[in-house]
């Protein structure tokens, strides 16, 4: 599988896409791929560090006759997404990724393969590895936990760097050069509820909704593919008869769009038919209201063991109704730039279990005020409820620079290399850039990369080719470096 990848050019990337991919890294456990990346500073001799939070920063000199040239701050994350999907047996905390060439693409076998930001990470190991690609003076800057609190970013010590100009390789669409993104803020909600003894004379059924497309919570939020969590509320909401609410637990990640949710219910015995028919007419309806978005939608319903509680009926009532009235979604476009979502918020979590109800949902935004806006109507649904809300994790966007410098020299270039306009745009995704400009705010800073599709979920390919033109892009980059100023 993996070797597969190997042979693939250019093998300065792809061979330490392999290797990092064989560490296991999740977000706020990187100690591994810490260790990982210092030892392969050290291995070659470069000036290696890590700051207190763990970022790890890995010095190269200039080549010959690019002394004169701009230092260039070259970053990326080593953390990962760990998403798979249900039927897939794999243990993140102790697996490598198995990796899957098909065509020209590569994916991973049931999980999310790490191409974001694994690509990004392993072109700037290519190029502090490199003999021979000429290159100005290079501070790379491999953050941590980007995926789930961006506290690397956050916690950056600039102490450590001197760079002018500073390249994020975290774009996924291989003819757009970002210089702006949202920010965020999550919002977590608990509530305790009633727990009663289960009724009599009734049949209990698990609830199983799975099959969606899933996604990045940002890039993908417009795309109009499913959320199993407002999904699977919705059909217990609908039900024509009385159900009896077990438990509940749809999606995971703060910043995936949730594939799949179940449930446990329990009907009287004379209505178990009915249901079972309710659930093959949801199933139905889902199909043909996401239809051609959504493809594989698989809901079901099968018989299982009754349990001894169940939620108190007017608990259950008002949680599910918060699930229903919890805004899920885009909430504005933004008015400067075409077809770029500005505001968002998508329900990331849902679990009903054991007498606590708890949501997660992230919000962004590359207003400010308006994302405390969403983020109050988000919380406004629960504090009707009476739930306990934690919103936390604020961190700004990346207000764009028309006017920057690298920007221009970019521009032109790809003009000339492709023989096309790139696409110059803001993002809905919360790179760091956002962060770090805050800690580093005279550094001239811009985002791209190759093309990655379906980031966040088990579908995550990358383009092989793509990879290709931006590699040779990017070389072309820091061989076009400015020179410093007088």
């Known amino acids: 599988m993996s070797n597969d990848v190997r042979v693939l050019e250019p093998k300065e990337i792809w061979g330490n896409f392999a290797d990092l991919n064989a560490v296991p890294r999740p977000s706020k456990k990187e100690e591994r791929v810490i260790q990982f990346m210092v030892d392969f500073g050290n291995k070659l001799g470069l000036k290696t560090e890590t700051d207190k939070v763990g970022n790890i920063i890995i010095k190269k000199p200039a080549t010959e006759g690019m002394e004169d040239r701009q230092t260039v701050i070259l970053q990326s994350h080593v953390d990962m997404v760990h998403q798979k999907n249900n039927a897939t047996n794999f243990d993140f905390d102790t697996e490598g990724i198995k990796m899957i060439v098909d065509g020209d693409w590569v994916k991973a076998d049931g999980t999310t393969l790490g191409a974001d930001n694994g690509i990004g990470v392993a072109s700037i190991m290519g190029l502090l590895a490199s003999a021979d690609i000429p290159h100005p003076a290079l501070e790379a800057m491999f953050t941590v936990d980007e995926e789930t609190g961006m506290t690397g970013a ?37 509530y305790e509820y009633d727990q009663v003894d289960t009724k009599s004379d009734v049949t ?8 969606l497309m899933g996604g990045h919570s940002g890039m993908d939020i417009h795309k ?4 199993a969590n407002k999904m699977m509320a919705r059909l217990l909401v609908e039900s024509p008869v009385e159900l009896m609410l077990h438990d509940m637990n749809g999606g995971g990640l703060r910043n995936a769009i949730p594939r799949e949710a179940v449930a446990t219910v329990s009907v009287a015995n004379g209505d178990a038919a009915s249901f079972e028919k309710y659930v093959a007419e949801m199933a139905s309806t889902f199909k043909i209201e996401y239809t051609p978005v959504e ?13 001894a509680k169940m939620v108190a009926n007017h608990d259950k009532n008002a949680m599910l109704a918060a699930v229903n009235a919890v805004f899920n979604g885009v909430f504005k476009m933004s008015l400067n730039f075409d077809d770029l979502v500005e505001t968002s918020s998508s329900l990331a979590q849902v679990i009903i279990k054991d007498g606590t109800f708890e949501t997660k949902s ?4 590359s207003v400010e005020t308006t994302k405390d806006d969403v983020a109050r109507t988000i919380r406004g649904v629960f504090d009707l409820l009476g739930a306990d809300v934690e919103q936390s994790g604020d961190y700004p966007g990346w207000e764009p620079n028309p006017d920057s410098s690298i920007l221009k020299t970019m521009r032109e270039m790809y003009e000339k290399r492709f023989n096309e306009k ?32 379906q980031p966040h979920s088990p579908d ?9 033109k931006f590699w040779g892009f990017l070389l072309e ?7 410093k100023s007088a």
């Not at 109009?224 to 959320?227: K, L, P, T, V």
């Not at 980059?477 to 020179?483: I, M, Y």
Request: aromatic share 4%; charged share 25%; proline share 5%.
């Open 295 to 307: 493809k594989k939608i698989d809901l079901s319903v099968s018989k299982t063991e009754t349990p």
């Open 422 to 453: 790139p696409k110059v745009m803001a993002c809905h995704a919360g790179l760091e850039c956002g962060i770090l400009g805050t800690h580093l705010p005279n550094v001239d800073m811009i985002s791209f990369g190759p093309n990655i599709r």
């Open 154 to 190: 956050k916690e950056l010590d600039p102490s450590f760097y001197e760079g002018t100009i500073l390249l994020n390789l975290d774009t996924e669409d291989d003819d757009e050069i970002s210089i702006g993104c949202a920010g965020g803020i999550d919002t977590n909600t608990t």
């Open 477 to 483: 980059v820091l061989k076009e470096t400015p020179k």
């Open 460 to 468: 995550e390919t990358v383009q092989i080719s793509s990879v290709q």
């Open 224 to 227: 109009g593919r499913g959320n």
């Open 204 to 211: 209990s059924y698990t609830v199983d909704l799975k099959g």
């Open 362 to 365: 992230l919000q962004r935004s």
